[in-house]
């Protein structure tokens, strides 16, 4: 169960992006010294609380900066969220809007910093955990985002990256590195580039008896040494769970809207500027699966049905994102019907047809793409060369990520029927291409 306002999950997300681009990019704004953002939904018990609250909206009313403060904000959800009417899964779609002051000197920067935020968030999820902590007030609640696996590439492999979540480790009476390097391996075996883990990227998260730790990763040979570490103010450029008793796991799904940049005013007599963006997000628990699970979509071309099978002389792995993707699976049955079963009829399946579709965006950058354009539209197709052809095979890599569960699925698929091309009511082109998943004896 959350704890906290949903909109607050949004502004955590926002808040830790920015302090790690600026951790990448010096040329960027963030971190608590650079941006401040507010969302106001906090509750309130104590008589320093509100205090805080009271200064917090003068420093935002009248631009009273801390010390180095570049800019500051407020973010809000404009309407209820709503919450999904089912008592098993939460599940809470909302939209909500944030404007950024700063000078208008700090103007480009500002918008170059927000621009990058949403092209890290824009078509991702983001796992972030719900820590529960245990205060001089009592009992309080902490956001805290953590990596997802496989979300960005390497060598044409989905990778692991300093700061992924890893998974649970059992209670097994093993070392530390025995438990986390068999997660290692697993994921390897699944087609995950792990060769910076401990070479480049050293910490990650992983949980350990219902807590979430940090474990710091050493290339020793061949093998990988793993040591539980604590927060010393030593990796200035990581984020250490605070001291927790217990968390839950949720995901939030972004999307945005367009920046919008107001005529600057002064204050306090400094021109200053407002820069407004929102959107829309989806808040789930765990357990709940969203598109943006699934990490990453390969495509090989693998072979060519024909008297003769023909060995495609591409054999390029092409990554494609999707817009969407429903699937089927079609039964074919034949009615059983005996007498001794008073006139009901049973049935018996001889064969399934699992259907997939995908619809991508028409980006003529993205070779396999401009193929099935123009094999959908103007029929163009050959056995050879970057060209499609009716009877081609195609090796298909599902990879799902979610807090440490990483999923590869490969299947065998061709394509059936009809590839669409539309238009969106943004004149954007579409393809929409149905496949069938094939099995491997003709």
């Known amino acids: 169960m959350i704890k906290v ?4 999950f949004i502004r955590e997300i926002i808040v830790n992006t920015l302090w790690q681009e600026k951790t990448k990019n010096a040329n960027l704004f963030g971190g608590d010294n650079e941006i401040y953002l507010e969302s106001f939904y906090s509750q309130l018990k104590k008589d320093g609380e509100v205090d805080r609250f009271v200064r917090t909206f003068d420093e935002l009313a009248d631009q009273q900066n801390r010390k180095g403060l570049i800019g500051s904000g407020v973010i809000l959800a404009p309407e209820n969220p709503t919450i999904t009417n089912l008592y098993s899964a939460m599940i809470i779609p909302m939209s909500y809007t944030c404007s950024i002051r700063c000078t208008y000197e700090d103007r480009d920067t500002m918008i170059d910093t927000i621009n990058n935020l949403i092209e890290c968030l824009k ?3 983001v796992d972030i955990a719900q820590l529960r902590c245990q205060t001089d007030e009592g009992v309080g609640y902490y956001l805290f985002v953590v990596g997802t696996i496989g979300e960005d590439l390497y060598d044409n492999k989905p990778t692991i990256l300093e700061g992924d979540f890893l998974g649970a480790i059992s209670s097994a009476n093993e070392t530390l590195s025995t438990k986390l390097n068999a997660i290692i391996t697993s994921l390897a075996a699944k087609n995950v580039d792990t060769t910076g883990v401990g070479v480049s990227e050293h910490l990650f ?3 350990d008896s219902g807590i979430l730790k940090v ?3 050493t290339k020793v040979g061949v093998n990988i040494a793993w040591q539980e570490i604590v927060d010393a103010n030593t990796y200035k450029d990581f984020a250490f769970p605070p001291e927790h008793d217990s968390f839950e796991k949720y995901k939030v799904s972004l999307s945005f809207d367009s920046l919008r940049c107001d005529t600057p005013r002064t204050l306090n ?4 500027v407002e820069i407004s963006f929102g959107g829309s997000a989806t808040l789930v628990n765990n357990g709940v699966m969203f598109g943006n699970d699934l990490v990453k979509v390969s495509f090989k071309k693998k072979l060519i049905k024909a008297s003769t099978d023909i060995t495609p002389n591409d054999s390029t792995v092409y990554f494609l994102e999707p817009l969407e993707m429903p699937s089927g699976n079609s039964a074919d049955t034949f009615a059983n019907k005996l007498l001794s079963n ?3 009829s049973n049935s018996q399946t001889d064969g399934l047809a699992l259907s997939l579709q995908y619809t991508f965006i028409a980006d003529m950058n993205i070779s396999l793409l401009k193929q099935f354009f123009n094999y959908a539209r103007y029929g163009t197709q050959a ?7 009716p009877n081609l095979i195609f090796e298909v890599c599902e990879y799902w990520s979610s807090w440490g569960d990483f999923e590869k699925n490969t299947f065998n698929a061709k394509v059936i029927e009809s590839i669409d091309i539309e238009n969106t009511e943004s004149d954007t082109l579409t393809i929409s291409i149905p ?3 094939q099995g491997e004896n003709n």
Do not use: C, H, N, V
Request: charged share 20%; no cysteine.
């Open 5 to 8: 306002f949903p909109i607050d």
């Open 123 to 125: 078509g991702r999820k």
């Open 205 to 207: 998260y992983y949980e």
């Open 215 to 217: 474990a710091y990763a």
């Open 269 to 272: 007599a400094q021109d200053y």
């Open 342 to 344: 008073k006139m009901i």
């Open 383 to 389: 056995t050879s060369g970057a060209y499609i052809s």
């Open 435 to 437: 496949l069938q998943i």
